[in-house]
């Protein structure tokens, strides 16, 4: 079974910031690897996807997430942050391409301050 | 082309009703997820469709919960005797049925939020 944990329920940073969201993931075997949006009252919407190929994957927005087996991580950044930015953001990971068993961690809302 | 929906967009009912929740996937997608998104929480699995089956119910909470799909398309996902503890965002998503082409990606209806006093 797979699973991610995402650290810090609440990311706060300012305008312009960068935005560093952080997403570690447990898998038997290789993983797939997702970054979900959540913008308020709206479903999800993908990012970006890590499919064993290109290790640092870019995505909508200006956001990109860099996959490290050594440390089982795949955190999302995003050089500056924008007032848009401001949502619920989720990490996922499925062990098949059927994405049968994608696992959802808790979410992380970024805030941005003016 | 139309995305997931699912109706209602809210519910509110007395605690010990039943409720049905409606997903209507994405034209072609033969897989189909539904999804519980508690307040402070991750989204919790509940169950997967591939057509008409449903070879994983593993997350359904209890024998309260079930859900049916008919036709390879709508999915209902039924609660009874609903407990204030239901309460929560319901969350469909469907995908293309995966062959040998690689990743699927989900696509998320806007939710039902569901309240039970």
């Known amino acids: 079974a797979q699973s991610v944990t995402q650290l810090g329920s609440h990311v706060s940073v300012s305008e312009g910031a960068l935005v560093l969201l952080r997403c570690n993931y447990s898998?038997?075997?290789?993983?797939?690897l997702f970054w979900y949006v959540q913008y308020p009252n709206q479903g999800l919407q993908l990012l970006l996807k890590?499919?064993?190929?290109?290790?640092l994957v870019k995505g909508i927005n200006g956001f990109e997430a860099e996959f490290k087996k050594s440390e089982t991580s795949f955190h999302l950044t995003k050089p500056s942050a924008h007032m848009s930015d401001a949502a619920e953001y989720f990490c996922?990971?499925?062990?098949?391409?059927?994405?049968?068993?994608?696992?959802f961690g808790a979410g992380t809302r970024l805030t941005v301050k003016p | 082309g139309a995305g997931v929906s699912q109706s209602p967009s809210n519910k509110v009912t007395e605690k010990g009703k039943d409720v049905e929740l409606r997903c209507d996937p994405i034209?072609?997608?033969?897989?189909l997820y539904w999804y519980r998104q508690s307040l402070g929480q991750g989204l919790e699995f509940l169950i997967y469709?591939?057509?008409?089956?449903?070879?994983?119910k593993s997350g359904l909470p209890s024998d309260r919960f079930s859900a049916e799909r008919t036709g390879g398309s709508v999915s209902t996902l039924t609660i009874q005797r609903t407990q204030q503890e239901d309460s929560a965002v319901y969350l469909c998503?469907?995908?293309?049925?995966?062959?040998?082409?690689?990743?699927?990606?989900?696509?998320f209806g806007p939710g039902t939020r569901l309240t039970v006093l």
């Open positions: 998503a469907s995908s293309l049925t995966t062959g040998t082409s690689g990743l699927n990606e989900q696509f």
């Open positions: 898998s038997s075997v290789p993983p797939y």
């Open positions: 890590y499919t064993s190929a290109a290790t």
């Open positions: 996922a990971v499925s062990s098949s391409n059927n994405n049968n068993d994608m696992r």
């Open positions: 034209s072609g997608h033969t897989a």
């Open positions: 469709f591939q057509g008409n089956s449903a070879p994983d």
